[in-house]
């Protein structure tokens, strides 16, 4: 398996813009997390998804941002209007299901890095 | 807000020696995991123990954990340059004994291996 494949790596953006980005889980997953890092606030969970349902989203900082997962193999997370205290880089993670020796395991991806200018 | 807290920040010894990190956490837990990431990566998991065990060996990872302190230490033993990376712990929350898929980390130490 490819593991959890996030796009893009690099995002560099200017205040007000629209990002979008995206999370392929590991197939067969059916928990997939979104996380945010950064030096200050260290590891901060945003939101996560059991089969594609939002279970809690109480991470989110604000309005501005946005989670789906349409399907088991694809999730988004928008930030629309960006700001520059944005600026972070977020992971994707996804986790198995009970009775497949990983339980509680989370597979992380590369991450993206955002810049907003 | 802050489950896992991690001691010391930073660490920096030299390759062949052992690494302590420390980890305390404050509710109640179903298991506590480490995680290593190194620099401009993802998370990669190293070890999960849980809250009935108290000590937990992989490799040269060594991993105690004790409920009662609220409290866990990951060593690792004879450690090489490619050890350098940071070190996370991640707690979930227990919820009537059962576990919950949402883990809390801390802000890690970040460990130098000198050569």
């Known amino acids: 398996d490819a593991g959890v494949i996030q796009s893009p790596r690099h995002e560099v953006t200017e205040m007000g813009q629209e990002v979008t980005l995206r999370c392929k889980p590991i197939?067969?997953?059916?928990?997939l997390f979104w996380y945010r890092q950064t030096m200050m606030r260290g590891l901060e969970l945003l939101i996560y998804?059991?089969?594609?349902?939002?279970?809690?989203d109480s991470g989110m900082p604000e309005d501005r941002f946005s989670a789906k997962m349409p399907n088991a193999s694809f999730s988004t997370l928008k930030i629309q209007p960006s700001e520059p205290r944005d600026s972070a880089v977020y992971f994707c993670?996804?986790?198995?299901?009970?009775?497949?020796?990983?339980?509680?395991?989370?597979?992380f991806g590369p991450g993206t890095r955002l810049t907003v200018l | 807000s802050q489950q896992g807290e991690e001691d010391p920040q930073a660490l920096s010894i030299q390759e062949g020696e052992n690494a302590t990190m420390n980890c305390s956490y404050k509710?109640?837990?179903?298991?506590l995991q480490w995680y290593r990431q190194n620099s401009g990566r993802g998370l990669v998991h190293l070890i999960l123990?849980?809250?009935?065990?108290r000590e937990k060996h992989s490799g040269r990872l060594r991993v105690t954990l004790d409920t009662s302190k609220k409290s866990s230490s990951l060593l690792i033993t004879a450690s090489r340059a490619a050890d350098t990376a940071s070190y996370f712990c991640?707690?979930?929350?227990?919820?009537?004994?059962?576990?919950?898929?949402?883990?809390?980390f801390g802000k890690g130490t970040k460990l130098s291996v000198i050569p």
């Open positions: 993670a996804s986790s198995p299901p009970p009775g497949t020796g990983h339980y509680n395991e989370q597979f």
């Open positions: 197939s067969g997953h059916d928990y």
């Open positions: 998804f059991n089969n594609n349902v939002p279970i809690d």
């Open positions: 509710t109640s837990i179903n298991n």
């Open positions: 123990i849980r809250s009935n065990e």
């Open positions: 991640a707690t979930d929350a227990s919820y009537s004994g059962a576990g919950s898929y949402q883990l809390t």
